[in-house]
């Protein structure tokens, strides 16, 4: 009886010693993402982030009906990107994802 008392109370010590492992949380996409024309030819956008584990964002951007290039990586904890670069009136479209080594958010997207 000794024996299994001493047993279970080295199990509990070397359970409670052993480094767990960190797992990182669910890499959802950004949050509330918004665009203000600020210019003529200039569009900002902010977006918030709930996750923890992240490296940084990308942005990327399509003129009315056409595909979407990516435009910006910004590193992590940047939640604003001022897009100085529109040459033409009419809809852009903008989506961001966060990056985590090779993985990548679903995307956020705004008109």
């Not at 890499?27 to 210019?39: K, R, V, Y």
């Not at 030819?41 to 992240?54: A, D, H, I, P």
């Not at 989506?95 to 679903?106: D, H, I, K, N, Y």
């Amino acid at each position: 009886m000794k024996t299994s008392a001493i047993f279970a109370t080295l199990m509990l010590f070397v359970s409670a010693c052993t480094p767990k492992e960190e797992v990182p949380d669910k890499l959802n996409a950004p949050e509330n993402l918004t665009a203000a024309q600020t210019g003529l030819n200039s569009v900002r956008l902010l977006w918030e982030v709930s996750v923890k584990t992240y490296d940084g964002a990308t942005i990327e951007r399509a003129y009315e009906d056409g595909a979407y290039e990516k435009i910006a990586s910004l590193a992590k904890d940047v939640l604003i990107y001022n897009d100085r670069s529109l040459t033409e009136e009419g809809l852009y479209k903008y989506r961001v994802a966060l990056l985590r080594g090779q993985e990548v958010s679903p995307y956020a997207e705004v008109s």
